[in-house]
């Protein structure tokens, strides 16, 4: 991929550049607002992990500072971004098709601006197709561009031209963008960005770059931030978490993750995704003592065959692996793990499929995220033989569902009668129940009858009964 567009400022990776661009856009829309007597909105949606979810409260934190106020709805909005995802296609056209429902709001309001964002917009191919199929887009831009909304909208609102920016060769990592959180007990920090494991069947390194780790001091000061103004779930996220600081040499993920477990105050800390390969022993040592980080270990596994595994690049065999979630086990009896696999990977066989079913017993998950092999463009994988079928494919999916729905109802069901300490997440709905979840990372719906506001709240919760959906319970 090469630079399609011009950059506008001289050193783009510095945050104060913008202040200049900020302070023009500023002042248009500020005029808007005057000529208009109404607020200028922007809506923006999410596609794909929630590493993408903590970039759009970073665009929506610019946009607000910039002037915007946040749209209800999409329909009101005068900024639309969509932040988009490239990990399946299904996630690339289901951003296109949203995006094909904007002409007619284009049409109602030419004034509209609409901006494609992140992972799918960083390849040359997508950027192509939106120039030509979808000319109402204002701009594009890609996942390393965050900092740079102001001279973006700058540029399409002094120019009135459309515009698109893939880089891949400029991954900076920039701090202070303004940043608007969705929820005020829940935060995301992002410890690092980008890949460098690719596995051969994924895009992620090729869109987000390589990996870039925050430095340690800074994350730590986010996190007390949110601890002191009440935050009390906080999710460190990564592609790659346990590879924190490879790329410095200085602070493990073990020593940052402790850091911020020794801070004062009551919360949790959780942490995605972690490669198998990289979990030290050092790693489950912090776990084990620590209480403040919950007892849930995301593990992709991907498959349970060796073979399989060789040819996605994983670098380690399903012994390895195993080794590892015995360790953690062994260290941190009541850990819960959940993976993600992949379904049909070229070449995968029913020998190999029935591996990865064998795998998931032993390990016991208690979610797996699963899904169809997806070709990426420009990964190795989407190069090699691939004979299996669209009813082999579905039907290997549906077993491997209907195992874990057969495993899932027993684990759930042990949890009848236990106490779980719960974030209460939600307000109470209408039929009188509250949401939260167990250390663990199982849902848990369950009632209260006392008058205290316990929303941002751990409450204790009997677990009274069980689905393979979730746990349900009262408040004790
Ligand atoms: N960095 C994380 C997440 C990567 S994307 C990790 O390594 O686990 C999330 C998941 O999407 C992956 O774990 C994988 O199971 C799935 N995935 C990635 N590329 C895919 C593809 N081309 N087709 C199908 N699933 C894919
Ligand atoms: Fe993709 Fe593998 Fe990196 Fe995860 S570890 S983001 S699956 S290349």
């Keep these: 991929m090469k630079n399609i567009n011009n950059t506008l400022c001289e050193d783009t990776s510095n945050i104060e550049n913008q202040n200049k661009y900020a302070e023009r856009v500023r002042k248009i829309i500020n005029e808007k607002i005057s000529r208009e007597k109404r607020p200028l909105y922007v809506f923006i949606q999410t596609f794909g992990c929630q590493q993408n979810e903590a970039d759009s409260e970073r665009l929506l934190g610019s946009a607000l500072s910039l002037g915007y106020e946040k749209a209800d709805s999409i329909e009101n ?3 639309i971004i969509f932040n988009t995802c490239a990990v399946r296609e299904h996630a690339e056209l289901k951003a296109f098709s ?3 429902q904007l002409k007619h709001l284009k049409e109602k309001n030419p004034d509209i601006i609409i901006g494609l964002w992140g992972c799918m917009v960083n390849q040359e191919h997508r950027v192509d197709e939106i120039k ?5 887009v204002n701009f594009a831009a890609g996942t390393n561009m965050l900092h740079r909304l102001p001279e973006i909208l700058c540029d399409v609102l002094e120019t009135n031209r459309r515009r698109y920016y893939v880089d891949d060769s400029n991954y900076p990592l920039v701090e202070g963008i303004p940043v608007k959180r969705m929820s005020d007990i829940k935060a995301w920090i992002s410890i690092m960005y980008g890949c460098n494991n690719f596995c051969t069947y994924c895009v992620v390194p090729y869109v987000r770059g390589r990996e870039r780790s925050r430095d340690a001091d800074v994350i730590v000061e986010e996190a007390k931030n949110l601890i002191e103004s009440g935050y009390k779930e906080i999710t460190l996220l990564g592609q790659n978490v346990n590879s924190y600081g490879s790329d410095k040499g200085e602070v493990s993920f073990a020593k940052l993750l402790q850091r911020i477990a020794e801070l004062d105050g009551e919360f949790i800390v959780r942490f995605m995704t972690s490669h198998p ?15 403040k980080i919950e007892r849930h270990f995301h593990l992709p596994i991907q498959s349970g065959s060796d073979e399989i595994l060789f040819k996605m690049n994983r670098k380690y065999t399903t012994d390895a692996y195993t080794k590892v979630a015995e360790k953690l086990k062994k260290a941190i009896p009541d850990i819960v793990f959940t993976t993600d696999i992949i379904v049909a990977f070229p070449g995968e066989t029913d020998e190999d499929f029935e591996k990865t079913l064998v795998m998931c017993d032993k390990i016991g998950y208690d979610s797996i995220y699963s899904f169809i092999f997806s070709p990426r463009k420009g990964t190795p994988a989407e190069k090699m033989e691939n004979n299996i079928t669209d009813a082999q494919k579905n039907e290997r999916m549906s077993k491997l569902l209907s195992q874990h729905r057969e495993r899932i109802v027993k684990i759930n069901k042990s949890y009848e009668n ?8 939600t307000k109470k709905n209408e039929s009188g129940c509250y949401f939260g979840k167990t250390s663990g990372f199982k849902l848990v719906k369950f009632t209260y009858n006392g008058n205290d506001n316990i929303y941002g709240r751990f409450v204790d919760v009997l677990i009274t009964s069980s689905s393979e959906t979730m746990l349900t319970g009262k408040m004790i």
Excluded: F, R
């Design 418 to 425: 236990t106490v779980q300490k719960v974030l209460c997440e």
């Design 77 to 79: 909005a005068d900024l």
């Design 132 to 136: 030509h199929n979808y000319p109402y």
């Design 277 to 291: 390969k990289d979990v030290s022993d050092e790693l489950i040592d912090v776990i084990a003592t620590h209480k």
């Design 98 to 100: 949203k995006t094909g």
